[in-house]
T-cell receptor, first 110, second 114 residues
Framework: GDSVTQMEGPVTLSEEAFLTINCTYTATGYPSLFWYVQYPGEGLQLLLKATKADDKGSNKGFEATYRKETTSFHLEKGSVQVSDSAVYFCALSDRDQFYFGTGTSLTVIP | NAGVTQTPKFQVLKTGQSMTLQCAQDMNHNSMYWYRQDPGMGLRLIYYSASEGTTDKGEVPNGYNVSRLNKREFSLRLESAAPSQTSVYFC?????????????FGQGTRLTVV
């Protein structure tokens, strides 16, 4: 069945450091891929998405590229800020269901 | 611009009590979902509804029932609450049934069963 595996956390970075959170997926069809962010006490918010192979999703300085050959969708940001501290979820959708990774907690320290 | 609205935000139940979590969306979405979020487990699908009038079990349906009341509303019922159902519950909706639609989430209901 479909599934998503993402990098275990927690991740702690200094402000302005480079961020990578790894995500790989297994899917039988041609899924869309997503990154969601969750701030404390809130629901998940869409951060970015990609709907086909080689698409790059980007938002607020975050980027991820849909790599069909490596079944990956790694999240990157060149310079993190304290306000990026949150939990990040990789997800895929296939037909009418969504599959989520277990989440990666990021803490950015000044 | 309400999006997905869940009520209540917090609830404490005693073991054996029942309750219904309410969810409504104003985006005219076809698909709606109920997830639970537990530490280290990510989000697990309880039930979903691909369209008005249909519901299907997800990964962890035991102990829950759902009703798709109309296109806007999708409720989750706990008939006899157990401590193992202590969790944060999220409702979501999606335009679906296309693969390109993202899910929109409510703010969550934090449920404690004592």
């Amino acid at each position: 069945g479909d599934s998503v595996t993402q990098m275990e956390g927690p991740v702690t970075l200094s402000e302005e450091a480079f961020l990578t959170i790894n995500c790989t997926y297994t899917a039988t069809g041609y899924p869309s891929l997503f990154w969601y962010v969750q701030y404390p006490g809130e629901g998940l918010q869409l951060l970015l998405k990609a709907t086909k192979a080689d698409d790059k999703g980007s938002n607020k300085g975050f980027e991820a590229t849909y790599r069909k050959e490596t079944t990956s969708f790694h999240l990157e940001k060149g310079s993190v800020q304290v306000s990026d501290s949150a939990v990040y979820f990789c997800a895929l959708s296939d037909r009418d269901q969504f599959y989520f990774g277990t989440g990666t907690s990021l803490t950015v320290i000044p | 611009n309400a999006g997905v609205t869940q009520t209540p935000k917090f609830q404490v139940l005693k073991t054996g009590q029942s309750m219904t979590l309410q969810c409504a969306q104003d985006m005219n979405h076809n698909s709606m979902y109920w997830y639970r979020q537990d530490p280290g487990m990510g989000l697990r699908l309880i039930y979903y509804s691909a369209s008005e009038g249909t519901t299907d079990k997800g990964e962890v349906p035991n102990g829950y029932n759902v009703s798709r009341l109309n296109k806007r509303e999708f409720s989750l019922r706990l008939e006899s609450a157990a401590p193992s159902q202590t969790s944060v519950y999220f409702c979501a909706s999606s335009r679906a049934s296309t693969v390109h639609s993202e899910a929109f989430f409510g703010q969550g209901t934090r449920l404690t069963v004592v």
